[in-house]
């Protein structure tokens, strides 16, 4: 996952975290002090952004000998390792916090991603992430998340035609806006339309929308609604649905459901570097 992007993320964070050097390890090491150390993990987790954390200690400091012990999307015990880097100890040290930030945030939503997907395994249901990223960050959480086991809803405005709330307000109903949607997307541009109540789901059913967002519906509501669809349009659950309620929404004919937790509040995985002698 090393784009253009990811290297210019990777610029910003070692110029915010060392782009006044690292006084404490220049102090104690000198140049020549030179030793391996490892990152590995403090917990069970899917690792993900393994190649990012490689990617900072070659961009500070071209001489660290770097190597990849695991993989993206592997899972790890607690005490397996992800990698190992040998070189200058002061050079190891000063990117040590912003290799691990990007390891630990997108290894955090991979490893989140995981408990999703195995939580509805068997039921046919897609979990999907939503925009609800660190701006800046969208395609490599995205990628975590897919790291994870879990699939990707649409990673900008210009990519799908999603009509939400306000956008329903703004045309006057419903109706109007997946019409004025039609006219205006691409031939062949699948039309998502947001829905709060059963009475907008038989709106969206007669719009001909082509996927229909059930917006924080009970279970029972979402059941009438699948009944109401009766698979005139593909079926997504949104909002409200934490992991506890997730297989109370994974219901037969119910194709995905979105998760904003995914991405938007993901506890950090617990990894760290170790100098080894």
Same mark, same amino acid.
């Given at each position: ?39 590995d ?28 012990l ?18 200058? #100890?002061?050079?190891?040290? $000063? ?59 649409r ?32 031939h062949?541009?699948k ?10 789901? *038989? ?23 699948? *009944? #109401? ?26 194709d ?6 995914? $991405? ?5 995985a ?8």
């Open positions: 996952m090393i784009t253009a992007r990811t290297e210019h993320l990777i610029d910003l964070a070692l110029e915010e975290d060392a782009g006044l050097g690292d006084i404490t390890s220049r102090a104690i090491f000198p140049a020549r002090h030179r030793r391996r150390a490892v990152i993990a403090k917990q069970d987790l899917v690792l993900c952004g393994v190649e990012i954390a490689a990617r900072v200690f070659a961009k500070l400091d071209p001489t660290l000998k770097v190597r990849l695991a993989r993206d999307g592997q899972r790890l015990k607690k005490g397996d390792l992800a990698l190992s880097v040998e070189g200058s #100890t002061a050079s190891i040290l $000063t990117a040590e916090r912003t290799a691990l930030n990007f390891l630990q945030r997108l290894s955090g939503i991979a490893t989140q991603a995981a408990r999703y997907a195995a939580a509805v395994k068997g039921t046919g249901v897609r979990i999907v992430d939503t925009r609800k990223t660190t701006p800046g960050w969208r395609a490599l959480e995205k990628y975590a998340v897919r790291s994870g086991g879990c699939f990707n809803h990673s900008s405005l210009g990519e799908q035609v999603l009509i939400k709330d306000n956008h329903i307000a703004a045309a006057g109903s419903l109706a109007r806006a997946v019409e004025l949607c039609r006219i205006a997307a691409a062949g541009a039309i998502e339309a947001e829905a709060k109540t059963l009475a907008e789901v *038989k709106e969206a059913v007669r719009a001909g929308a082509d996927i229909i967002l059930l917006d924080n519906m009970t279970p029972a509501q979402v059941r009438a609604a699948v *009944k #109401t669809v009766a698979g005139r349009a593909l079926i997504e659950v949104s909002g409200g649905v934490t992991f506890a309620t997730l297989r109370d929404y994974a219901l037969p004919g119910v995905i459901i979105s998760i904003g937790a995914l $991405t938007h509040s993901v506890a950090a617990d990894l760290s570097l170790d100098l080894r002698k």
